[in-house]
Structures are given as C-alpha cells and as structure tokens.
C-alpha cells in the first residue's frame, strides 16, 4: 500500500489546468504537503478565531473573506495575517482574480507559505480542489492483472503470467465488454469503501498479447472497447488445471480476496485446454449479478435437494409405519 502524498506543487501539474492556478508567493516552497481532503475558508481565522485552522488544509480566500478584511483597520489585517501565516497552513488560494490585500504575500513569504491565484470562482475551486485532493489523499497500490467492465461489473482477472489473462480479455472484449486495465491495475480505496480500477499514463487503453504484442484496444474496437475506471466487484483467479486436485463442484464456497484491507469476493478457476475461459468469465459475472440480486443459484440447488430428501425420508417412514 502507497502511503498518499500530495504537494502543493501538484496543484499546478495540469488536472487542475482549467482553474488557471498561478504563484503569487512562496514559489521556493511548493513542496510542502497537503495532507487533508477537506479545503477550508479561513473567515473565522481573519476574525480572531485561529483555532479555526486545520492542519494540512488547503485555504480558500474569496469575495466575503476580502470584503471583510477591508473593513478592519490596517494594523490589526496585518496582525491576523501574520497570526495565519504561521500556522500550519500548507498553501492559500485567492479566487476570482482578487487582488492581495497589502500586507498578505509579505507575512506568506516570511513564512514560507505558498500563494496561489485563481480566476475561478470560490465555488468551483473549491469543487475541483476538493475532488482532486479526496483522488489523491487517498490508499492506493497497483495488482498484477487485467480488469474489464463486464455486464457494469469490475472484474479482476488475475493468476501467473502466461495462464491467459490478456488472451481471455481479448476474446472479452471481442464479446462486447470493456478493457478498464491490462497488466498493471492501480487501486484506491475511497472513504465509502469502494475499491476502483484503473490504467495510469501510457498503459490506459493498452494490451500486451504474446505473439501480437502491445495494441491499442480503442483504436481496434471503439470508444465503446475502453472504460477509464471501474469498481472492482469480483476477482477471478485463472490457474493451471491440476489433474489431482480437488475443485468446488457446486460453488458453495464464498471466498474473498483482501485488497486494501477490503475483501473482495473471489473466485479461483481453473484453465486447460479446450476450456473456453471467456465465456465462464462472462458466465461467473453475470452469476456474481444474480448473488446481488439476492439469487444464490447453488444455495438454492441445495435447498431443493434437501427439500426433496426430506420427502423422501418422510414416504418411507409413512410406508413402513403402514
């Protein structure tokens, strides 16, 4: 599991291209972290309140927050600036184009506080901001595998490299699903619990096939062929099919996979020769469908059947008592 860091800097790295974020201070310090999710507009700070003030937030300073320092006289704004400014606040954000009131950048600079400027409004840097900070500020580790959106199920196919993952995905896809990862899968765990897929840089949209190697699954097969991101639902594992061991014939085993300290249910198959392992990757998905759907076709088979032996046990005492 990758502990989540976050810089300031990575505030200005291009995902947040469209808020048009520029350095108005603290351009030698970009590196300090950002450790929490949640932003902040520090108006009750400007008014006295410093315990206000969250450690590791962002600062949003907008229209009220101007509006009011104005009204202040000039001392008291540049004793709270400097109050502010030593606290524990990795970086501020003034929105809409605001100009800094006088005083501001000086006390950030003796403190080696970032500050950036945005033309948006408080609104929507705060929207972006936050979504961005709760994508990253967040676990994460990558699995060897291939994940494909299958009937709006993620489903992990994993096992040993040359068992068939990115051969059973093709033949997938070909089917009409879609390729989320191949290969390397990167995971995050998101406060809710959910676990979601994807490709990160230049693997997005790729497979590697022996024999082809690496193709572009959109460009053969359409938008349609390609998901950015996915939950993981279910993990399949393929495995060489050993002669001598025993499988689960009724599929009453429920197993589960931990990834990120989540468990997810798991599903080991077996692979060999003339088995068509799309088709049971398919067949398992849409089963996975119906378990959530509250059918449990094994379950039910074994209901059935010892309903029926219990009649039976039933007629032959009957018989015997006549």
């Known amino acids: 599991m990758r502990v989540p860091s976050v810089t300031v800097k990575n505030l200005l790295e291009g995902e947040l291209e469209d808020l048009h974020l520029r350095v108005l201070a603290g351009e030698r310090n970009l590196d300090r ?6 932003v902040q507009k520090p108006g009750l700070a400007f008014a006295g309140y410093y315990a206000y003030i969250k450690a590791g937030r962002v600062q ?16 008291l704004c540049l004793e709270r600036f400097a109050r502010i400014a030593e606290m524990p606040v990795p ?22 506080v970032p500050v950036l400027s945005s033309t948006a409004l408080s609104s929507v840097v705060i929207k972006r901001v936050s979504y961005f900070l709760e994508d990253h500020l967040v676990p994460s580790t990558w699995v060897h595998g291939t994940l494909l959106d299958i009937y709006g199920l993620g489903v992990l196919l994993i096992g040993p490299s040359g068992v068939g993952k990115s051969e059973s995905a093709l033949d997938l896809i070909v089917r009409g699903h879609s390729l989320v990862a191949d290969d390397r899968v990167t995971v995050r765990r998101y406060p809710s619990g959910d676990l979601v897929g994807y490709a990160e840089g230049a693997l997005r949209h790729h497979m590697e096939v022996r024999g082809l190697g690496i193709i572009n ?14 939950g993981i639902d279910l993990v399949i594992e393929l495995e060489p099919w ?5 499988y689960d014939r009724l599929g009453l085993d429920e197993s589960v996979f931990p990834i990120l300290e989540t468990q997810v ?29 509250g059918h449990h076709s094994a379950q039910e088979f074994l209901h059935k059947l010892e309903a029926e032996l219990e009649r039976n046990r039933r007629q032959r005492g009957g018989n015997q008592g006549s």
Not at 91 to 97: D, L, M, N
Not at 242 to 246: C, P, T
Request: proline letters at 7%; hydrophobic letters at 45%.
């Open 33 to 38: 972290a950002i450790s929490n999710p949640r």
């Open 60 to 75: 949003i300073i907008g229209e009220s927050e101007t509006t009011y320092l104005r009204t202040l006289p000039p001392e």
């Open 91 to 112: 970086v501020f954000i003034i929105t809409k184009g605001i100009a800094a009131l006088p005083g501001f950048l000086e006390a950030c600079e003796r403190h080696q």
């Open 217 to 230: 699954v959109q460009d053969l097969f359409g938008l349609a062929a390609v998901r950015d991101r996915r």
């Open 242 to 246: 050993e002669v001598d061991r025993q």
């Open 265 to 293: 249910p798991y599903i080991k198959m077996p692979v060999t020769v003339g088995r068509n392992v799309a088709m049971l990757v398919e067949i398992a998905a849409r089963n996975h469908v119906l378990k959530l759907q």
